[in-house]
């Protein structure tokens, strides 16, 4: 919604806002935040599920990659 224009009246004809009368102040979408929360927290939890998966089928790549380097 555009704020409304009126004529001050002025010998020029100068348009001016009425901020006061038509100062709109949109209302946030919760559900729309909520969601984007959800799926967020859901993508983070199913990649911790693939990393734990995938330390459980590959042990001796990550003991390898962990050990201190010998000299």
């Avoid at 001016?16 to 799926?39: A, G, H, M, W």
């Amino acid at each position: 919604m555009m704020p409304r224009l009126y004529n001050s009246g002025s010998p020029k004809g100068t348009i001016t806002q009425n901020i006061n009368e038509d100062l709109v102040l949109f209302k946030p979408n919760y559900s729309f935040e909520k969601r984007q929360k959800e799926l967020a927290k859901k993508k983070k939890k199913e990649e911790k599920k693939q990393r734990k998966l995938e330390k459980q089928n590959n042990p001796v790549e990550e003991n390898e990659n962990s050990s201190p380097p010998e000299d």
